[in-house]
Nanobody, 130 residues
Framework: QVQLVESGGGSVQAGGSLRLSCAVS????????LAWFRQAPGNEREGVAA???????TYADAVKGRFTISQDNAQNTLYLQMNSLKPEDAGTFYC????????????????????????WGQGTQVTVAS
């Protein structure tokens, strides 16, 4: 069982930056991928960025070039650096952990598919004022 606790959310002006953190604890034996998802009010939870144990990353098109996902294995912490924030980036950000997907010819990969993540944090709120 993996426990995830997010922090770092807040309110920022458009164009500003925030860094989210996720403290990861418990057994990571079955956890290959860590990811960030975002849910705006009335919308589905959608993937933002994911990172595998090998360091490979995946980003949603809307955040490429602005957001950076990283992990500090020594500190058991996942980060999401968010720059050039836009009002449409606002929502509740969730940290997630999962085993990843086995793909023929590619090995284990991390995708932004909500169903492939089994453990979730409680979320941290991000507000972006225009």
């Amino acid at each position: 069982q993996v426990q995830l606790v997010e922090s770092g959310g807040g309110s920022v002006q458009a164009g500003g930056s925030l860094r989210l953190s996720c403290a990861v604890s418990g057994s990571r034996f079955s956890t290959y991928c860590l990811a960030w998802f975002r849910q705006a009010p009335g919308n589905e939870r959608e993937g933002v960025a994911a990172i595998g144990r090998d360091g490979n990353t995946t980003y949603a098109d809307a955040v490429k070039g602005r957001f950076t996902i990283s992990q500090d294995n020594a500190q058991n912490t996942l980060y999401l650096q968010m720059n050039s924030l836009k009002p449409e980036d606002a929502g509740t950000f969730y940290c997630a952990a999962g085993a990843g997907l086995l793909m023929i010819g590619h090995g284990r990969v991390c995708r932004l598919l909500k169903g492939s993540y089994m453990s979730w944090g409680q979320g941290t709120q991000v507000t972006v004022a225009s």
